[in-house]
Nanobody, 114 residues
């Protein structure tokens, strides 16, 4: 499975972005999909996760602002990011776990700055 993340960019504080992660194949059997991010000088951290059972989890810092969703027909999942803050700046990576194997997409840069 190849993953392609897109949708990053430069946005002002308070703005919104929607990231997309397109998979090369069906996402129906993916047990866990999600988004991580890595800020300069920091470790990669989980931002949002979505299980095949539709359970979600979010980093405390993004709860109420970010939402993860999926579109099986498009083999894509999304991260809607609202009320962006400067501390949301980083490279965002999409992630999937399928039959015990982890897959990562190349990151997409999100910069929140005025």
């Amino acid at each position: 499975v190849q993953l392609q993340a897109s949708g990053g960019g430069l946005v002002q504080p308070g703005g919104s972005l929607r990231l997309s992660c397109a998979a090369s194949g069906s996402i129906f059997s993916i047990s866990v999909m999600g988004w991580f991010r890595q800020a300069p000088g920091k470790k990669r951290e989980l931002v949002a996760g979505l299980t095949s059972g539709a359970s979600t989890n979010y980093a405390d810092s993004v709860k109420g602002r970010f939402a993860i969703s999926r579109d099986n027909a498009e083999n894509t999942w999304y991260l809607q990011m609202n009320s962006l803050k400067s501390e949301d700046t980083g490279v965002y990576f999409c992630y999937a776990a399928l039959y015990g194997v982890e897959y990562w997409g190349k990151g997409t840069q999100v910069t929140v700055s005025s």
